[in-house]
Antibody, heavy 119, light 108 residues
Framework: QVQLVESGGGLVKPGGSLRLSCAVSGFTFSDYYMTWFRQAPGKGLEWVSDISSTGGRTNYADSVKGRFTISRDNARKSLFLQMNSLTVEDTAVYYC????????????WGHGTLVSVSS | DIQMTQSPSSVSASVGDRVTITCRASQDISSWLAWYQQRPGKAPSLLIFAASTLQGGVPSRFSGSGSGRDFSLTISSLQPEDAATYYCQQAYSSPRISFGQGTRLEIK
């Protein structure tokens, strides 16, 4: 069955960096756009970034542009999010997700990984 | 950016009640709207897409309606397992999708 498993979250100081990973199984990873979302504690959902199936096209929310970089390794069936210059506002659970039909609806989600930015 | 506004922000209802949550977009998004359910500590789960199409495996007591700017999610007969937070999401401006702020549903 389809599985998305995030890892790499943790506690980091403001200004620090972190790299999140999302390992997938159960579908042909290289066929799909992939997306990162986040959810601050007690808050709603926010789209962060997405990447085309080949990795050639990427998009970012204004709140992370210039600080975060999305990438993928299709051979390893893995999605990444490199997060630099972290601020306390980046504290959130980060989810990777797949748009199964390239339609903007997200059926497949990981369980999330918590990133805490605090001094 | 397209803003999504849900109401109410929270609702409390009894088992068997009919519950409706509304979502308004800041501009016309046609039928590019989805509804998600999120239980505490879990990832969101897609309930409805294209405003009114039920995702496979979702109970038929859930239904969606609307187009343009105004949308609604209705639970026809509330069950205990429906306690969760519900989010609307627009895909009109994909990839720059956006969500409503959420509606917390409590079972009395």
């Amino acid at each position: 069955q389809v599985q998305l498993v995030e890892s790499g979250g943790g506690l980091v100081k403001p200004g620090g960096s972190l790299r999140l990973s999302c390992a997938v199984s159960g579908f042909t990873f290289s066929d799909y756009y992939m997306t990162w979302f986040r959810q601050a504690p007690g808050k709603g959902l926010e789209w962060v970034s997405d990447i085309s199936s080949t990795g050639g096209r990427t998009n970012y929310a204004d709140s992370v542009k210039g600080r975060f970089t999305i990438s993928r390794d299709n051979a390893r069936k893995s999605l990444f999010l490199q997060m630099n210059s972290l601020t306390v506002e980046d504290t959130a659970v980060y989810y990777c997700a797949r748009d199964r039909h390239s339609s903007g609806w997200f059926v497949d989600w990981g369980h999330g990984t918590l990133v805490s930015v605090s001094s | 950016d397209i803003q999504m506004t849900q109401s109410p922000s929270s609702v409390s209802a009894s088992v068997g009640d009919r519950v409706t949550i509304t979502c308004r977009a800041s501009q016309d998004i046609s039928s590019w709207l989805a509804w998600y359910q999120q239980r505490p500590g879990k990832a969101p789960s897609l309930l409805i897409f294209a405003a009114s199409t039920l995702q496979g495996g979702v109970p038929s007591r859930f239904s969606g309606s609307g187009s343009g700017r105004d949308f609604s999610l209705t639970i026809s007969s509330l069950q205990p397992e429906d306690a969760a937070t519900y989010y609307c999401q627009q895909a009109y401006s994909s990839p720059r999708i956006s969500f409503g702020q959420g509606t917390r549903l409590e079972i009395k």
